[in-house]
T-cell receptor, first 115, second 111 residues
Framework: NAGVTQTPKFRILKIGQSMTLQCTQD?????MYWYRQDPGMGLKLIYY???????DKGEVPNGYNVSRSTTEDFPLRLELAAPSQTSVYFC??????????????FGDGTRLSIL | LAKTTQPISMDSYEGQEVNITCSHNNIATNDYITWYQQFPSQGPRFIIQGYKTKVTNEVASLFIPADRKSSTLSLPRVSLSDTAVYYCLVGDSTGRRALTFGSGTRLQVQP
């Protein structure tokens, strides 16, 4: 009963370092999403994917990269970490898009601090 | 992007009915309206979704007027455990339009 699994749960990075946030889902969902949530704020879409090999930018894609080589995995890459990227990152998946009563399932988040 | 507007915060007491309204003036024909609940340190959790008129499930009701430019989430007889942030989301089933969460409404339920 795993659903959407994100690793790591917490991470501290130094400015300029790079890292990959991992996200995997075991529900065979086609759609996957990455959001960031700053303290006291709502979620902002970074990137999303409608299937393996297909990705598209969301509202705040700058400073991030994604890939979708398999249905299950959707990693998020930070190449040159900046303090402005300190946030909580949520990965989500859904069978299709928002409609047709197919809600998004969220992971527990990765809390990232960049110092 | 389909943008939504919600009240920043609301207060209520246990046992009362709470109605949270979301404005989405540029909703498109194919867009559905979805509401999520988020507790601190957790990812959002699906509550209810609708396209038009009224939808009801075991935890909430969703009212959508004919012009679909707004929607109202209704929580009957709230309890302390309903204290959370509630988000309204508008998007289409194809996923071709990017999805955007609103700023959310922080509901505080008092005893």
């Amino acid at each position: 009963n795993a659903g959407v699994t994100q690793t790591p749960k917490f991470r501290i990075l130094k400015i300029g370092q790079s890292m990959t946030l991992q996200c995997t889902q075991d529900m065979n969902h086609n759609y996957m999403y990455w959001y960031r949530q700053d303290p006291g704020m709502g979620l902002k879409l970074i990137y999303y994917s409608v299937g393996a090999g297909i990705t598209d930018k969301g509202e705040v894609p700058n400073g991030y990269n994604v890939s979708r080589s398999t249905t299950e995995d959707f990693p998020l890459r930070l190449e040159l970490a900046a303090p402005s990227q300190t946030s909580v990152y949520f990965c989500a998946s859904s069978p299709t898009g928002v409609g047709d009563n197919q809600p998004q399932h969220f992971g527990d988040g990765t809390r990232l601090s960049i110092l | 992007l389909a943008k939504t507007t919600q009240p920043i915060s609301m207060d209520s007491y246990e046992g009362q009915e709470v109605n949270i309204t979301c404005s989405h003036n540029n909703i498109a024909t194919n867009d559905y309206i979805t509401w999520y609940q988020q507790f601190p340190s957790q990812g959002p959790r699906f509550i209810i979704q609708g396209y038009k008129t009224k939808v009801t499930n075991e935890v909430a009701s969703l009212f959508i007027p004919a012009d679909r430019k707004s929607s109202t989430l209704s929580l009957p007889r709230v309890s302390l455990s309903d204290t959370a942030v509630y988000y309204c989301l508008v998007g289409d089933s194809t996923g071709r339009r990017a999805l955007t969460f609103g700023s959310g409404t922080r509901l505080q339920v008092q005893p």
